[in-house]
């Protein structure tokens, strides 16, 4: 009997390799791209059996969109696969990330989420009712169809894809329980819901780093161009000492703890994925605006005001103020025409809502109380650039940024534990979730910031 194909992380590795799927595509996505290569010649049938763990000739004799055995199908059913367009909850507008649109999670991908939750915390012994048939046919084939991260301790094992099959084996085994292994599209998952309610993070470069506890990177400056130079005059060689730079960086621990009732536990599936989404990326949206404000670079990532090399500019009227239009327009031009550029570096000014509200007080003159920047103070712009709020930022420091030369490593893989062990937790019917990630991040370039170090306190 010839039987339609499941996507394997040998088929994932293809398309991120060979087809230029980027690292974190839908499966609908990965389906499509390999769909069109076997139609255009790009993969064999052959070699796409191979990469599937079968045989050409149990391949079904079918279009190559058809290939694939799709992933809604038993417990499934009643749930919809689609992922509807992201509205940011701040404007209301559509969202998009890298130039492409950021979809939310599916109706289906909320249910696997939930009911791989509720099994988990039912492994470490907890008093919830147990699984329903159902909510078991949406575990089976989360296992079926879907790849995890191996979350093996060996490092170089670390960001290895597994099938879930393998998943499953380890979630049998007593020693290792399979506690660092979850779906792949968790950490999608978690990163969405900050994506669509931040304010610095959605602005900033985001990289995924599969392996490693620290970044070392390079960057390669500009050479040098000569002019005028006389026939017979010899011609001075540009030198390439320090043409590539370095870049370092530690790879820092973030963790979310939430405290989640029982009874809630004991929810639809839907329900359980839904508010763990809410709840985990609320914290992650605070902590990584946070971070990428004013990170110290010794617990956490290194963050805009404790970056070296930016341009520091005092104010007109220092810390007693008010802040002035030139103090604004000092930040801009503090910053090198080619960082001021709207849609290649995302310039910004940085600064809090108490800052803020001092710009946009400045009035047209002494008895003109009309303001200066205009009176559509929610559309949070100063001269033309946008104003991203930090509540983290101390009112003496604003700063203006190219937000797209601070570079955010995110170590792929979310950690997810669960325990309801404990005289505290028992006696107040609740459990804890704990999840864990890995940052790293810093400015990459210092000339792409300028920094007010002594504005109105």
């Known amino acids: 009997m010839k039987t339609k194909f499941v996507l394997t992380p040998e088929v994932r590795r293809f398309a991120y390799t060979s087809l230029g799927v980027r690292l974190r595509a839908t499966d609908h996505d990965i389906i499509d ?10 993969l064999s049938r052959s070699k796409l059996a191979a990469l599937c763990g079968t045989k050409e000739d149990e391949m079904p004799k079918t279009k190559p969109s058809k290939l694939f055995a799709s992933a809604a199908k038993g417990s499934s059913k009643r749930y ?7 509205k940011h909850a701040k404007t209301g507008k559509p969202v998009s990330y890298g130039g492409k649109a950021v979809k939310d999670l599916s109706e289906l991908q909320l249910a696997k989420m939930g009911a791989f939750a509720r099994f988990m915390i039912l492994r470490t012994g907890a008093p919830l009712r147990p699984l329903d048939d159902h909510e078991r046919g949406l575990v089976s084939e989360l296992l079926e169809t879907d790849t995890f991260h191996s979350g093996l301790a060996d490092q170089e094992e670390n960001f290895k894809l597994v099938s879930g099959q393998r998943v499953k084996a380890l979630l049998n085994d007593s020693t290792s329980g399979g506690v660092y292994s979850t779906p792949y599209w968790f950490d999608e998952a978690f990163i969405t819901y900050p994506l669509l309610h931040s304010e610095l993070f959605p602005a ?15 960057s390669v400056n500009n050479v040098a161009v000569g002019w005028g130079t006389s026939e017979g005059t010899a011609i001075t060689p540009f030198s390439t000492t320090g043409l590539v730079t370095e870049i370092t960086a530690s790879v820092f621990p973030c963790q979310v703890a939430v405290e989640c009732g029982r009874d809630w536990l004991n929810d639809s599936p839907v329900q359980v994925g839904q508010a763990l989404v809410e709840i985990v990326g609320q914290r992650l949206l605070a902590e990584l605006d946070k971070m990428i404000a004013i990170g110290d670079g010794v617990t956490q990532p290194q963050g805009l005001t404790n970056a070296t090399g930016f341009t520091a500019i005092n104010s007109d009227n220092g810390v007693f ?7 604004a327009e000092g930040l801009i031009f503090g910053v090198p025409l080619q960082y001021r550029r709207h849609t290649e570096w ?3 000014y940085v600064m809090n809502d108490t800052t803020f509200r001092r710009f946009r007080a400045i009035p047209v003159g002494p008895a003109d ?6 009176m559509d103070e929610q559309t949070y712009k100063l001269l033309d650039y946008p104003v991203r709020i930090s509540a983290d930022m101390p009112n003496a420091k604003v700063a203006f940024a190219a937000l797209k030369k601070f570079r955010l490593w995110r170590r792929a893989g979310f950690e997810i534990r669960w325990a309801d062990l404990g005289q505290t937790l028992m006696l107040k019917n609740t459990a804890l979730l704990v999840v864990r990630g890995r940052f790293a991040g810093k400015l990459l370039d210092g000339a792409a910031m300028a920094m007010g170090v002594d504005f109105q306190a």
């Not at 900033?204 to 390079?218: G, H, K």
């Not at 109380?369 to 205009?374: H, L």
């Open 33 to 42: 791209a390999t769909a069109k290569a076997v139609a255009r010649g790009q």
């Open 80 to 86: 919809s696969p689609e992922r509807p367009l992201a």
């Open 346 to 348: 995302n310039p910004s």
């Open 369 to 374: 109380e009309r303001r200066v920047f205009g």
């Open 321 to 327: 103020g008010p802040p002035t239009v030139s103090d």
């Open 204 to 218: 900033v470069d985001v990289r995924d780093m599969p392996l490693s506890n620290r970044i070392e990177s390079f």
